[in-house]
């Protein structure tokens, strides 16, 4: 059988290797009791350490929890033990969309559209949520059954605290042949216009099946790049090539941006922008809540997500694996406090606090959405001025924790309520933690043990 499994890793089942990085393998799995796939990045923490690995991994990990699109691989989960990190992923099971333009040799204009389509909505969905790839090339797009791309191997990737005080990113890094002029200059570079003549070049190739650029050394590579010395097959439609030609501009200034992508007659034939799963889980909140009924709203309330070792190690910010996470979601984004109410009454507490602050309180999913509308006439119901999400893990029979995330608005706002309901509710602030021994999490699981 293809997907056999054999060795067992805490609830997951494992298979086959699907392919081995620099640093990691990553083997196939199957979740035990749900018997769904996923794809586990196996990297060795001493490894880690000595090759100064860490960073990269921070950023993977940092990064890959913010995204949540259908076109860019799901976070799942991230574990430890003693020798061992785990980074449990979606499974995307065509592999790598450069093994399937190199089957082809090239794929049509059509067919490469869509490819290409989905390619801009991921990334330009990362440009919008300060995220910058830095490594876009088709080994690190990986195709699943259906055809569609995810993006993965978020290692260089940048975030808005790694930008210099003038704006610009300064790490001259990727790989060589889908490189942006800017990024050899070493001046800095604008991570947004990097990544796009990074689409520029996967296009190329996609369409041609050749490299637009490439030399026997780097040297020789670079002055080609930096120079634009292009070439573009005549037998591509005009518009094919127009997009690629204002794409592969060695000038950033000039250079097709986004928006200019997207309004391009080449991009737009059959375009259906693909919808991110924040969208969707908005809609879905406020459809589910405005059709759900009131015993359906009682069992939700009642039955908290039961929380395993995996998820707390990820959580709880004194563990081993915090160094791992960004510090503006352990800190900003995330909070959470143990309570010793019960998920009902939390839940309850919760509605009559926040309402009683002025906030619109909702249910779905069995989570609780808080929200403050924006008091502007402009799609008030589009753009709410906060919107925080409030879920709670069940740790032992008579201790739980609370969990509220901001997934978008006023960072004050945010804080007041956090520091509002944490205040009336909770027993322990776990953000505020750093390895005391009074935690009760600690005493009721000891996991700082791995
Ligand atoms: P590199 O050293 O190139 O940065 P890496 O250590 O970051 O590599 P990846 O490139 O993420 O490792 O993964 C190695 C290979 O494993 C990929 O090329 C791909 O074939 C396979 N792979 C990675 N993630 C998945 C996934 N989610 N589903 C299926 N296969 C995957």
């Not at 050749?210 to 590579?221: G, M, Q, S, V, Y």
């Not at 991110?276 to 909140?285: H, I, K, N, V």
């Not at 759900?292 to 004194?318: D, H, K, V």
Request: a positive charge.
């Amino acid at each position: 059988m293809k997907n056999e499994v054999k060795v067992v890793m805490g609830k997951y089942e494992l298979g086959r290797t699907l392919g081995e990085g620099g640093f990691s393998t990553v083997k196939f799995a199957r979740h035990v009791e749900t018997g769904r796939p996923f794809a586990i990045k196996i990297l060795d923490r001493h490894s880690v350490l000595a090759r100064k690995f860490h960073d990269q991994l921070k950023r993977e990990i940092g990064s890959l929890k913010q995204l949540k699109h259908p076109n860019i691989v799901r976070l799942h989960e991230v574990s430890a033990s003693q020798t061992k990190i785990y980074i449990v992923l979606e499974y995307v099971s065509r592999g790598e969309l450069y093994n399937v333009i190199a089957d082809k040799g090239r794929l049509s204009e059509q067919e490469g559209r869509r490819v290409f389509q989905q390619i801009i909505d991921a990334v330009s969905y990362c440009h919008d949520k300060g995220v910058y790839h830095r490594d876009l090339k088709p080994e690190n797009v990986l195709v699943d059954a259906k055809g569609n791309i995810k993006i993965t191997d978020f290692g260089l990737s940048a975030q808005p605290q790694h930008l210099g005080k003038d704006g610009l990113l300064h790490t001259t890094c990727g790989s060589p042949n889908y490189v942006a002029p800017e990024v050899f200059l070493n001046r800095g570079y604008d991570g947004s216009l990097s990544d796009i003549w990074s689409c520029g070049v996967i296009l190329y190739v996609i369409l041609t099946g050749d490299l637009p650029f490439d030399e026997k050394n780097i040297a020789l590579l670079s002055q080609k790049i930096v120079r634009g010395d292009l070439r573009i097959p005549k037998w591509l439609s005009p518009e094919a090539q127009n997009i690629l030609k204002r794409m592969l501009d060695p000038r950033p200034i000039t250079r097709l941006n986004m928006a200019g992508i997207k309004a391009h007659e080449w991009f737009r034939q059959d375009y259906t922008p693909t919808v991110s799963f924040e969208d969707e889980e908005e809609c879905t909140a406020i459809r589910d809540t405005n059709v759900s009924t009131r015993e359906q709203e009682e069992e939700e309330r009642i039955l908290p997500t039961e929380i395993n070792a995996f998820q707390l190690i990820g959580m709880s910010s004194y563990l081993d694996l915090s160094g791992f996470f960004e510090k503006e979601d352990a800190s900003e984004r995330k909070i959470r406090f143990t309570s010793t109410h019960s998920p009902m009454e939390l839940f309850h507490k919760v509605e009559v606090i926040a309402t009683a602050m002025g906030f619109q309180v909702l249910q779905a999913n069995g989570k609780l959405k808080v929200i403050q509308r924006r008091k502007t006439t402009v799609s008030p119901r589009r753009i709410p001025s906060l919107l925080v999400s409030a879920e709670v893990f069940k740790i032992s029979p008579s201790l739980y924790v609370v969990e509220l995330e901001k997934s978008c608005g006023d960072s004050l706002l945010y804080r007041k309520l956090c520091g509002k309901l944490s205040e009336d509710l909770g027993v322990c602030k776990c953000q505020l933690l750093h390895k005391t021994q009074s935690c009760p999490l600690e005493r009721e699981l000891p996991l700082c043990a791995l």
